[in-house]
C-alpha cells in the first residue's frame, strides 16, 4: 500500500509489564506490529472500521471483515500521567496515557511515549509508534 507510512520501532529491553492475549484471530495484527505496520479489521458489508481488530462488525453485526492499513497518524484527544498505577506496572511509574483520534477516525486509548522537554497537550499531532520488547511488541503514541 503506498503513502502508508511506517512506524518507527522503538527498542525496550525488558519484558511487557503485561502482555496482551492474543488469538488465532488477532495474530495478523500483531505479526504486522511487530514488523511495524499498523492495521486493523474493515466491515465488507458496511466499510465500518473496527479497532482492536474484531472477527464480527460491531456497527452491523455482519459476519466477514477484512485486514486493512492504517495511516498511523492522528491527534491526542485527552492525556494524563499515571502516578499511581496498578501494581504490574509500579516499576514504571510515573507513566503517561493518552487517547489518539486516528486521522481514519479511530480513537484508541494508548500509552505515551514522552520526549524530554515536551509537555502533552489536547489536539497535539501524534504518531503510533511500536514499542519492542523483549517478549513482543506493543503499540504506542508519540508527538510529532
Ligand atoms: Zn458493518
Known amino acids: 500500500m503506498s503513502g502508508i507510512e511506517e512506524m518507527e520501532r522503538i527498542d525496550v529491553d525488558r519484558v ?22 499498523l492495521q486493523t479489521t474493515r466491515c465488507a458489508a458496511c466499510g465500518a472500521l473496527s479497532f482492536p481488530p474484531k472477527p464480527v462488525c460491531p456497527h452491523c453485526w455482519h459476519g466477514e471483515v477484512r485486514w486493512t492499513p492504517l495511516q498511523p497518524l492522528g491527534r491526542l484527544y485527552s492525556w494524563t500521567r499515571v502516578h499511581a498505577g496498578p501494581e504490574m506496572f509500579a516499576a514504571e511509574l510515573p507513566y503517561e496515557v493518552g487517547i489518539v483520534d486516528l486521522d481514519a477516525g479511530l480513537r484508541l486509548a494508548l500509552r505515551l511515549v514522552a520526549v524530554p522537554g515536551r509537555e502533552f497537550a489536547p489536539d497535539m499531532p501524534v504518531r503510533l509508534v511500536v514499542l519492542r520488547f523483549r517478549d513482543g511488541p506493543l503499540l504506542a503514541a508519540m508527538l510529532r
Not at 511487557?16 to 505496520?37: H, K, V
Request: charged share 25%.
Open 16 to 37: 511487557r509489564s503485561y502482555p496482551p492475549r492474543t488469538s488465532e484471530f488477532t495474530q495478523p495484527f500483531w505479526e504486522a506490529l511487530a514488523a511495524g505496520r
